[in-house]
C-alpha cells in the first residue's frame, strides 16, 4: 500500500476518471537482477518493509488502423525519493517524484541514445513483424507488497483515484495516451521478484483526464547458473517469469522478448539507501494531549476499557477529521481441503474453489473456462500454497506491530489479543503517516 502526502499543484489539481479496454496492449521487459538491485540498494529499512522506486523507460509504440495500440517499455533508469515506510504502507510525495524524475532525465537520455545506437528499434521490430516509434515515459512505478510473489494485486489505497490523494498508479495530472506501467515486487526467501504489472493509457479531454487500464504483459527474465557441459547442450542459462493482467501475447512472441530483455544492458540505479527510512512515532507534548482531551476510548473487547491504549505514556496520534480513504480489505475466511479430497472434485467444483482462493486475495476473479481437470486441480494447490505463505506472511507482520506497540507501553497482555483490524488502526496512530 502506497500512501501520498504533502498535498501539491502537481499531484491534485485534475480531475479524472479510469476506464478499461482490451483494446490495447502494453508490454514491459525487466531482469530480477535489477529488482535485485533495487532492494539490496534500498538499504536495511526495506527488509521487512514496503518500499518503492520510479523509473523512466524507452517506449516502442506502434499504432493499427483501428487506434488500438502496443507499447513495449524498457526501463533506462530507477530512482528513489524521500520515503517512511512500515510493513503496510510507504509514505512519499509526488512532488519528490517529479523532481527527481527531471533530474534523472540527461541519465536517460544518454541511455536511450545508447540503446537505439546498438539497434534495440530493429530487434523490436523484428520480434512482432510491425515498425514501431520510440518515445519516452515517465514516473512509471514499482513497489514492494508484503507476502509471496505467486499472486498479488494492488491495494485500495494504490488505486486511490480521488483528486487530493491520488493513488500510486495515478501519477499523470494529463496525458494524451501517455503509457504508465505500474508494478508489485515481493521478496521471497530473500529473491525480489516481480509479482504484478498494470498498464494505462492517460488521455485528456478538456478538463478532464481518465485512466484507461488495458491489456499488460510484463517480463522478467532470471539468471540460472548452468554448467558448462549444460550449455554445450543448449540449456538455456535463464528462466522467464511472467506477470500482467489479461495479457494476449503469445508464448512465441514471450519467448523472444525475454531473449531481447536478457541481452539488454542493465538500467542505471539512482537508489540511494538513505532516503528509505523507517516510520517513527512522535511523541505529543502535554498541552496537545490535553487539547484532544485524552480521553479517547478504545475498544479492546470486553474485559479492557481504559483512556488510553498505553496509558499515561501514549505517544499515539490524536483523532482528526481526515479525507476518507478505502478501508483495509481483511481477507475473507477460507476453509482449505485437504489434498486427497481435492484430487476427487469435479471440475465445477474446483472452479469454485480457485474462485474462493481469488476472492480471498481481493482479486478479480480469472477466466479458468479454458482449463483441463489436471491444470485445474494444478491450480486450486498452488493457489493453497500461496494462501498459506500469505497467511505466514500476515502473522509475521502481525507480530512485528504488536512488539512495535508493546515497545511504546502498551500492556502485552492487551495487545496479545487485539483483533487485526484493531490492531493495525492502533499501530497507524502509533506510527503515523
Same mark, same amino acid.
Given at each position: 500500500?502506497?500512501?501520498?502526502?504533502?498535498?501539491?499543484?502537481?499531484? =491534485?489539481?485534475?480531475?479524472?476518471?479510469?476506464?478499461?479496454?482490451?483494446?490495447?496492449?502494453?508490454?514491459?521487459?525487466?531482469?530480477?537482477?535489477?529488482?535485485?538491485?533495487?532492494?539490496?540498494?534500498?538499504? $536495511?529499512?526495506?527488509?521487512?518493509?514496503?518500499?518503492?522506486?520510479?523509473?523512466?523507460?524507452?517506449? +516502442?509504440r506502434h499504432v493499427f488502423e483501428d487506434d488500438s495500440i502496443l507499447d513495449v517499455a524498457i526501463p533506462t533508469v530507477f530512482y528513489n525519493y524521500?520515503?517512511?515506510?512500515?510493513?503496510?504502507?510507504?509514505?512519499?510525495?509526488? /512532488?519528490?517524484?517529479?523532481?527527481?524524475?527531471? @533530474?534523472?532525465?540527461?541519465?536517460?537520455?544518454?541511455?536511450? #541514445?545508447?540503446?537505439?545506437?546498438?539497434? &534495440?528499434?530493429?530487434?523490436?521490430?523484428?520480434?512482432?513483424?510491425?515498425? +514501431?516509434?520510440?518515445?519516452?515515459?515517465?514516473?512509471? $512505478?514499482?513497489?514492494?507488497?508484503?507476502?509471496?510473489?505467486?499472486?498479488?494485486?494492488?491495494?485500495?489505497?494504490?488505486?486511490?483515484?480521488?483528486?487530493?490523494?491520488?493513488?500510486?498508479?495515478?501519477?499523470?495530472?494529463?496525458?494524451?495516451?501517455? %503509457?504508465?506501467? =505500474?508494478?508489485?515486487?515481493?521478496?521471497?526467501?530473500?529473491?525480489?521478484?516481480?509479482?504484478?504489472?498494470?498498464?494505462?493509457?492517460?488521455?485528456?479531454?478538456?478538463?478532464?483526464?481518465?485512466?484507461?487500464?488495458?491489456?499488460?504483459?510484463?517480463?522478467?527474465?532470471?539468471?540460472?547458473?548452468?554448467?558448462?557441459?549444460?550449455?554445450? &547442450?543448449?540449456?538455456?542459462?535463464?528462466?522467464?517469469?511472467?506477470?500482467?493482467?489479461?495479457?494476449?501475447?503469445?508464448?512465441?512472441?514471450?519467448? @523472444?522478448?525475454?531473449?531481447?530483455?536478457? #541481452?539488454? %544492458?542493465?538500467?542505471?540505479?539512482?537508489?540511494?539507501?538513505?532516503?528509505?527510512?523507517?516510520?517513527?512515532?512522535?511523541?505529543?507534548?502535554a498541552s496537545q494531549l490535553a487539547k484532544y482531551g485524552r480521553t479517547q476510548s478504545f475498544d479492546f473487547g470486553p474485559s479492557f476499557e481504559f483512556? #488510553?491504549?498505553?496509558?499515561?505514556?501514549?505517544?499515539?496520534?490524536?483523532?482528526?477529521?481526515?479525507? $476518507?480513504?478505502?478501508?483495509?480489505?481483511?481477507?475473507?475466511?477460507?476453509?482449505?481441503?485437504?489434498?486427497?479430497?481435492? /484430487?476427487?472434485?469435479?471440475?465445477?467444483?474446483?472452479?469454485?474453489?480457485?474462485?474462493?482462493?481469488?476472492? +480471498? +486475495?481481493?482479486?478479480? %476473479?480469472?477466466?479458468?473456462?479454458?482449463?483441463?481437470?489436471?491444470?485445474?486441480?494444478?491450480?486450486?494447490?498452488?493457489?493453497? *500454497?500461496?494462501?498459506?505463505?500469505?497467511?505466514?506472511?500476515?502473522?509475521?507482520?502481525?507480530?512485528?506491530?504488536?512488539?512495535?506497540?508493546? =515497545?511504546?507501553?502498551?500492556?502485552?497482555?492487551?495487545?496479545? &489479543?487485539? $483483533?487485526?483490524? @484493531?490492531?493495525?488502526?492502533?499501530?497507524? *496512530?502509533?506510527?503515523?503517516?
Amino acid at each position: 500500500m502506497v500512501q501520498l502526502n504533502n498535498k501539491t499543484k502537481y499531484e =491534485a489539481k485534475a480531475v479524472f476518471d479510469t476506464a478499461t479496454s482490451t483494446k490495447h496492449h502494453g508490454v514491459l521487459l525487466l531482469k530480477q537482477s535489477t529488482l535485485q538491485t533495487i532492494y539490496d540498494n534500498s538499504g $536495511s529499512a526495506a527488509v521487512g518493509n514496503e518500499f518503492q522506486a520510479h523509473y523512466s523507460a524507452i517506449v +516502442f509504440r506502434h499504432v493499427f488502423e483501428d487506434d488500438s495500440i502496443l507499447d513495449v517499455a524498457i526501463p533506462t533508469v530507477f530512482y528513489n525519493y524521500t520515503q517512511a515506510v512500515t510493513g503496510g504502507h510507504v509514505s512519499f510525495t509526488l /512532488k519528490d517524484v517529479k523532481t527527481m524524475s527531471t @533530474k534523472v532525465r540527461p541519465v536517460h537520455d544518454s541511455m536511450v #541514445s545508447t540503446l537505439l545506437t546498438q539497434g &534495440l528499434q530493429a530487434q523490436v521490430e523484428e520480434i512482432f513483424g510491425l515498425s +514501431f516509434t520510440p518515445s519516452t515515459s515517465t514516473v512509471n $512505478s514499482i513497489h514492494r507488497h508484503p507476502g509471496s510473489s505467486a499472486r498479488q494485486g494492488f491495494s485500495g489505497t494504490d488505486l486511490d483515484r480521488t483528486i487530493e490523494e491520488p493513488g500510486v498508479v495515478y501519477p499523470l495530472v494529463t496525458g494524451n495516451n501517455t %503509457p504508465n506501467f =505500474a508494478s508489485i515486487m515481493a521478496v521471497d526467501s530473500g529473491r525480489c521478484n516481480l509479482a504484478h504489472t498494470e498498464y494505462r493509457l492517460v488521455t485528456t479531454d478538456g478538463t478532464q483526464t481518465t485512466y484507461t487500464e488495458a491489456r499488460a504483459h510484463s517480463i522478467s527474465v532470471v539468471k540460472v547458473d548452468i554448467s558448462e557441459v549444460e550449455k554445450s &547442450l543448449g540449456v538455456p542459462d535463464m528462466t522467464t517469469e511472467v506477470r500482467g493482467s489479461n495479457s494476449a501475447v503469445s508464448r512465441d512472441i514471450t519467448e @523472444k522478448l525475454s531473449t531481447l530483455a536478457y #541481452s539488454l %544492458p542493465s538500467p542505471h540505479m539512482l537508489i540511494n539507501p538513505a532516503n528509505v527510512t523507517k516510520a517513527v512515532s512522535v511523541p505529543y507534548e502535554a498541552s496537545q494531549l490535553a487539547k484532544y482531551g485524552r480521553t479517547q476510548s478504545f475498544d479492546f473487547g470486553p474485559s479492557f476499557e481504559f483512556p #488510553s491504549p498505553f496509558g499515561d505514556d501514549y505517544w499515539g496520534k490524536p483523532t482528526v477529521n481526515t479525507p $476518507s480513504k478505502p478501508a483495509k480489505v481483511y481477507h475473507k475466511p477460507l476453509v482449505m481441503m485437504p489434498a486427497k479430497e481435492l /484430487k476427487n472434485c469435479t471440475k465445477a467444483r474446483l472452479l469454485e474453489i480457485i474462485s474462493d482462493v481469488d476472492e +480471498f +486475495f481481493g482479486l478479480r %476473479p480469472s477466466d479458468y473456462g479454458t482449463y483441463n481437470d489436471a491444470e485445474l486441480l494444478e491450480a486450486v494447490q498452488e493457489g493453497y *500454497q500461496e494462501v498459506a505463505d500469505e497467511l505466514a506472511e500476515e502473522e509475521w507482520d502481525r507480530t512485528i506491530k504488536q512488539e512495535e506497540l508493546i =515497545a511504546l507501553g502498551a500492556p502485552k497482555e492487551t495487545v496479545v &489479543l487485539l $483483533s487485526s483490524e @484493531k490492531l493495525d488502526q492502533l499501530h497507524a *496512530q502509533a506510527y503515523p503517516e
